[in-house]
């Protein structure tokens, strides 16, 4: 059977990853002059309290060369095929570590590397399917190419509290940031083809924003996959979540509605507050 392989900004919950038997290759979030593993060492909240005490963004980067070649090589001993996902590589350098790891290997016959043009749970949606295609039997190739025809059907986008982390970034300039804070704004972030940008942007608190964010997305949540559909979330409090879930499930769309926590690299770009419906059309 075709062995599943993702990069740690999926965001799949330990659930998830166990029941679709996938394997994750961790990318790296620098602290200062400490180094971590994404979803092994470092919890979102811990980066939280580092970047706020220090008033800067961690730094993260791609996973380790030999980490993937450790990850692949037992797989591979095997003479399975391989498909490995990556956050889109306009954000990472994730899916090019893949495929020279692949060419260590000696192996690019039999790994496939999907660039998903995504990150977060937009990565999961995908990851998920090809799980599901593997199960029945697929090729690694089949995968792969199914992969690329749905890559463009996957509809992620998310709501931040705070600008203040991508102002850290330098994804949001110091204005903007300042005047979002002033005056409640939250802006929409969508993933098109593999790059982040803002569209719609809220006012108010975050309790009746998010509902409105989700609710604006109605007529597309209709005619989505119904399979399921992610809640993602970089910490936020409880009530909010449920009053996105409360409607999702009111639509009578969905068989899942699956509610996750953002990993460390995605938490450490967004910071605390944000949320994302993500789903399949």
Not at 12 to 22: F, G, K
Not at 94 to 114: G, K, P, T
Not at 120 to 141: C, N, R, Y
Not at 193 to 198: A, E, F, H
Request: aromatic letters at 6%; charged letters at 25%.
């Amino acid at each position: 059977m075709v062995k599943i392989i993702s990069d740690s900004t999926c965001d799949l919950s330990p659930e998830l990853i166990e029941r679709y038997d996938v394997d994750i290759l961790p990318l790296h979030i620098v602290l200062g002059d400490e180094e971590y593993l994404d979803g092994k060492n470092i919890s979102p909240d811990e980066i939280y309290a580092w970047a706020d005490k220090n008033q800067t963004t961690p730094k993260t980067s791609a996973p380790a060369i030999e980490d993937a070649i450790a990850l692949m090589q037992p797989y591979v001993k095997e003479d399975r095929e391989i498909v490995c996902f990556s956050i889109s590589e306009d954000m990472s350098t994730s899916a090019n570590v893949m495929r020279i790891a692949a060419e260590e290997l000696e192996a690019e016959d039999r790994i496939f590397v999907v660039n998903s043009a995504n990150l977060s749970t937009g990565i999961g949606l995908l990851v998920i399917e090809a799980a599901i295609m593997a199960k029945e039997g697929k090729t690694g190739k089949e995968i792969a190419e199914a992969m690329e025809r749905l890559k463009p059907a996957v509809c992620a986008s998310f709501v931040v509290d705070t600008l203040e982390y991508l102002h850290r970034g330098g994804r949001c300039s110091g204005v903007a940031a300042f005047v979002g804070g002033a005056f409640k704004l939250h802006p929409t972030i969508v993933v098109e083809n593999g790059k982040m940008r803002p569209t719609k942007k809220y006012r108010g608190k975050m309790s009746s924003v998010l509902l409105s964010y989700a609710k604006d997305q109605e007529e597309n949540l209709r005619k989505a996959k119904p399979d399921r559909v992610f809640i993602t979330h970089s910490g936020c409090d409880e009530a909010w979540i449920k009053a996105v879930y409360d409607y999702l499930e009111s639509l009578h769309v969905f068989n899942e509605i699956l509610v996750t926590r953002a990993g460390g690299v995605i938490s450490s770009h967004c910071g605390p507050g944000t949320l994302g419906v993500l789903f399949l059309v």
